[in-house]
């Protein structure tokens, strides 16, 4: 395709796509699906959308189209992939545009750019970090800000390259000789690209963001509301890129600190956590400041007041992140440990005392596993909603509560012979009836029975469940006071950690009763209806689970309670002038056959769908 003659060609067809007429848009799609494996294509799209005078529709039309090219013909091992003369030619003229006026656009086209630098940078394109880092150094206010989005796709695109030989671009240490059969050349571009990431970028991202934060704070002061508000854009951006990343966006600095340096200790802005699941040898030399600043806010009166969730939530991730690490495990053999392993034991050894391990478990238990007034709140409010709050896969490392348990079971199980007697001196206070005129007294002990179900498992050899649900834990579950349900909720739940653990057969008849008679409280307002996906789906186990145990004769002759159900199931299963019979016949014949079986007698809900039954022979 000769570009000067196919420009005016091209840029018709675009204009044509932008149409709302059909039957114009549909032949200029075509066309511009006919066009996309032509030799000099991606680059009438480069020529036309970094001409500011055109329509921005059709220039935003032709950005989308380059970018999708790049998916699917830039590999060299791609069908119809471009010439590597005419991807050179692309990559100048796209780091050449960092005045696009129009913030959809460039936002396009910073990531189009991030999307070619991840396969060739910086083998194909040595340039693109050294004109960032020019661009971004500039004084021109736009040119500033474009590249700076444009450093945040590249940086972020980079950073998730998983392959070894990929993240080493983002140390700033790197086994040269790896590079050497790639020529001399290539060995002093690497030098200088890993200096200039490792120490330049990240060192100007954090000067730049500093910058804008001082202006920033000045404009405000100074009642500027515009340029406080561009100030402000560009502090966001140097650590993010844009003003609202979307969930999981890993900003700037974050990336380059994590993933950029072989020797992060030495650098004092770092992000611990991440710096302690990446590089958990150099973090040895922080561990005793990090849990002693951790616990002091957590677990002592130096805290209170003070702290708030998110930073609590910070705090016991990196107790729990030390406490269980493997890389501070020492082998059983102890001469056969590293000798970083055996100084971080030795830390948390000397830090965990008993004392020190006696109150961290009090105050979990005390203080974090009680029920707030926000939760009572939204128990009273949406009590679906507070039943299937979540609790599971990653949610410890953001929410306060599935946080405060996970912490509760590493320290438990690690530190098991310390913990225990706590735990049961804590049970055996609250043993007899409960005043439920004392909110803080059923609180507590709704705390101290989720703890002992969470350390079940732990709990084994030291707890005679069997006698404790006999002598104290089924008289709870029959106390009929409204105050009440807050502990005959965690009596049930905690005998679901138990049953499985240490719960004699039988005295299960006895549990079923209770369960029963607890189906029937009309506090469990769940029963009635449910909207929640998670709560339908826990409902639909339980059947499956009855239904296994009991087979599909369980109900007998009740079944015809659900009527209702299996007939129009029934009906449509073995109607064969239906389509859907070709594959529900077959089950359909035999839970008919079942329903019949179970009938107490035939009922004019059964006979209307007998006439089903001629078509079958």
């Known amino acids: 395709m000769d570009i000067d003659s196919a420009s005016s060609l091209v840029l018709q067809t675009l204009t044509q796509a932008t149409s709302q007429d059909t039957a114009v848009l549909k032949p200029a799609e075509e066309q511009l699906k006919q066009w996309e494996t032509q030799p000099g294509f991606y680059s009438v799209l480069l020529n036309i959308f970094n001409n500011h005078m055109l329509d921005v529709n059709v220039r935003w039309l032709a950005v989308l189209y380059f970018k999708n090219g790049i998916d699917r013909y830039w590999r060299r091992v791609a069908p119809h992939s471009l010439s590597e003369e005419e991807k050179t030619s692309l990559r100048a003229g796209l780091i050449t545009n960092f005045n696009e006026p129009i913030n959809q656009i460039a936002t396009q086209i910073a990531v189009l750019i991030a999307k070619v630098a991840r396969l060739d940078c910086p083998r194909q394109w040595p340039q693109l970090i050294p004109v960032l880092m020019e661009s971004v150094r500039g004084q021109d206010g736009l040119q500033q800000h474009r590249a700076l989005l444009t450093f945040h796709h590249v940086t972020k695109t980079l950073a998730s390259k998983r392959l070894a030989q990929d993240r080493r671009l983002f140390q700033d240490e790197y086994e040269y000789a790896q590079w050497q059969e790639e020529g001399r050349e290539?060995?002093?571009?690497?030098?200088?690209?890993?200096?200039?990431?490792?120490?330049?970028?990240?060192?100007?991202?954090?000067?730049?963001?500093?910058?804008?934060?001082?202006?920033?704070?000045?404009?405000?002061?100074?009642?500027?509301?515009?340029?406080?508000?561009?100030?402000?854009?560009?502090?966001?951006?140097?650590?993010?890129?844009?003003?609202?990343?979307?969930?999981?966006?890993?900003?700037?600095?974050?990336?380059?600190?994590?993933?950029?340096?072989?020797?992060?200790?030495?650098n004092m802005e770092v992000m611990l956590l991440d710096f302690l699941e990446y590089h958990p040898c150099a973090f040895i030399s922080l561990i005793q400041q990090s849990l002693e600043f951790a616990v002091s806010y957590l677990f002592t009166p130096a805290g209170e007041g003070v702290s708030f969730e998110r930073f609590?939530?910070?705090?016991?991730?990196?107790?729990?992140?030390?406490?269980?690490?493997d890389t501070y495990k020492p082998n059983k053999n102890i001469e056969d440990s590293k000798p970083e392993s055996l100084e971080a034991h030795n830390i948390k050894t000397a830090f965990f005392t008993h004392e020190t391990l006696t109150e961290i478990g009090r105050r979990l238990v005390s203080h974090y596993f009680l029920l707030n007034e926000e939760e009572l709140a939204m128990w009273e409010e949406d009590p679906e909603g507070f039943a299937v709050e979540e609790t599971g896969g990653d949610s410890w490392k953001y929410s306060l509560r599935p946080c405060t348990e996970v912490l509760f079971l590493d320290i438990f199980h690690k530190y098991s012979q310390t913990l225990i007697p706590v735990l049961l001196e804590m049970v055996q206070n609250l043993q007899g009836p409960t005043n439920v005129e004392d909110p803080v007294q059923l609180l507590m002990k709704d705390?101290?029975?989720?703890?002992?179900?969470?350390?079940?498992?732990?709990?084994?050899?030291?707890?005679?469940?069997?006698?404790?649900?006999?002598n104290q834990l089924l008289g709870e579950l029959q106390v009929s006071h409204h105050r009440y349900k807050l502990i005959r909720r965690r009596v049930i739940w905690l005998i679901g950690q138990w049953i499985s653990v240490k719960f004699k057969s039988d005295l299960r008849p006895l549990l079923y009763e209770v369960i029963l008679s607890l189906m029937q409280d009309p506090d469990l307002v769940l029963l009635q209806q449910v909207t929640e996906c998670d709560t339908k789906m826990q409902v639909l186990h339980v059947?499956?689970?009855?239904?296994?145990?009991?087979?599909?004769?369980?109900?007998?002759?009740?079944?015809?309670?659900?009527?209702?159900?299996?007939?129009?199931?029934?009906?449509?299963?073995?109607?064969?002038?239906?389509?859907?019979?070709?594959?529900?016949?077959?089950?359909?014949?035999?839970?008919?056959?079942?329903?019949?079986?179970?009938?107490?007698?035939?009922?004019?809900?059964?006979?209307?769908?007998?006439?089903?039954?001629?078509?079958?022979?």
């Open 186 to 266: 290539m060995w002093q571009f690497a030098d200088f690209l890993l200096r200039e990431l490792a120490s330049g970028i990240y060192s100007f991202a954090c000067s730049l963001w500093s910058h804008h934060t001082d202006c920033f704070l000045q404009q405000i002061y100074a009642s500027d509301e515009a340029a406080a508000l561009s100030s402000l854009e560009r502090t966001l951006l140097s650590l993010k890129g844009n003003l609202s990343p979307p969930p999981g966006t890993s900003v700037v600095l974050r990336k380059l600190t994590v993933h950029g340096f072989q020797t992060p200790q030495q």
């Open 312 to 325: 609590t939530v910070q705090c016991m991730n990196l107790i729990k992140m030390i406490v269980k690490n």
């Open 447 to 470: 705390a101290v029975y989720n703890a002992v179900g969470l350390a079940a498992y732990e709990l084994f050899d030291n707890v005679d469940f069997d006698q404790w649900f006999k």
């Open 543 to 617: 059947i499956s689970c009855v239904i296994e145990r009991v087979h599909i004769q369980g109900l007998g002759a009740e079944s015809k309670n659900l009527y209702p159900f299996l007939l129009p199931v029934i009906q449509l299963s073995t109607d064969v002038s239906k389509p859907p019979h070709v594959y529900l016949l077959e089950d359909g014949l035999e839970l008919w056959l079942v329903t019949l079986e179970n009938s107490p007698g035939i009922t004019p809900e059964l006979l209307r769908i007998f006439p089903n039954m001629s078509a079958l022979f």
